[in-house]
């Protein structure tokens, strides 16, 4: 999805799962026929779908010229088994890696990964060891991501989505870092995941980096997000779009600050 070259660029950089496209789980009593296949299963089914609003948030993207530049959690494999068509750069990995628009890695975002990475090992192995025997004790499982052949990131999942033992798990673990003086890590959370991964490399540093090599002469920047982690990328945008029931709303509706 990406526009005509001889106009201003525009880009849009945008989170996928819960704001482009989600499951059925997440759309009860929608006209299954009014949905757009947007992703499929490793079986290769229909597993995530466009409403017609995200639809034509795309088509009017698209018609519009905007190159649109996915931000996602998803690796390599997940992002491959997104169907909609995204033809320019592709971030993926939580912002650790870098997909050119001809496929390949780029190799100088790679390489400075790599460096803070090894820096964060000892770091991450010790964040998920504290958790281990507790998750284990309740039902939950612990799993370790790698990107460039290096562990970054350590999800949470309970397979009930037990919401008070991932509140308690959760709660250990920023315990644990702020403890340990562990600064360089932080905590996600999201619906069923509970996540421990780099505090200062991730995508928001991702979309500095596109945006000073490929993109500096863009006049106009959105961000597309539904979670608190992504409001760092989207407020590096020039305007910021948000699906309303996303977990970045609710926490903005359930916030009681004063007016000024």
């Known amino acids: 999805m990406s526009g005509p070259t001889n106009q201003p660029a525009i880009v849009a950089f945008a989170d996928l799962?819960?704001?482009?496209?989600?499951?059925?789980?997440?759309l009860p009593g929608i006209d299954p026929h009014t949905l757009t296949p947007a992703t499929v299963s490793t079986r290769g089914e229909a597993h995530s779908f466009c409403t017609p609003a995200q639809a034509e948030l795309l088509r009017l993207l698209a018609c519009g010229g905007v190159t649109v530049i996915p931000v996602t959690?998803?690796?390599l494999a997940a992002m491959a088994r997104v169907t909609l068509s995204f033809t320019s750069w592709?971030?993926?990995?939580?912002?650790?890696?870098?997909?050119?628009?001809?496929?390949?890695?780029?190799t100088e975002?790679?390489?400075?990964?790599r460096v803070h990475l090894h820096d964060l090992q000892e770091a991450l192995a010790a964040a998920t060891a504290h958790l281990e025997?507790?998750?284990?004790r309740l039902g939950c499982r612990l799993t370790r991501h790698h990107a460039h052949d290096l562990p970054f990131m350590t999800v949470l999942k309970h397979p009930d989505a037990h919401a008070e033992a991932l509140e308690e798990l959760q709660l250990r673990w920023e315990a644990f870092l702020t403890d340990q003086g562990l600064e360089n890590l932080q905590i996600i959370a999201n619906a069923n995941n509970v996540s421990v991964l780099p505090r200062l490399l991730g995508k928001l540093e991702a979309v500095q980096h596109l945006r000073q090599r490929h993109?500096?002469?863009?006049?106009l920047t959105f961000g597309l997000g539904d979670s608190l982690s992504d409001l760092a990328f989207?407020?590096?945008?020039?305007?910021?779009?948000?699906?309303?029931r996303g977990q970045l709303l609710r926490a903005v509706n359930a916030a009681r600050l004063p007016q000024r």
Request: charged residues 25%; proline residues 5%; aromatic residues 8%.
């Open 17 to 26: 799962d819960d704001t482009l496209f989600q499951t059925l789980r997440k």
């Open 73 to 75: 959690g998803r690796d």
């Open 90 to 106: 592709k971030i993926v990995d939580h912002g650790l890696t870098l997909i050119a628009p001809d496929g390949e890695v780029e």
């Open 109 to 113: 975002w790679a390489g400075h990964v």
């Open 133 to 136: 025997a507790r998750a284990q």
């Open 215 to 219: 993109f500096s002469d863009a006049v």
């Open 234 to 244: 989207m407020s590096a945008c020039d305007f910021a779009i948000t699906p309303p």
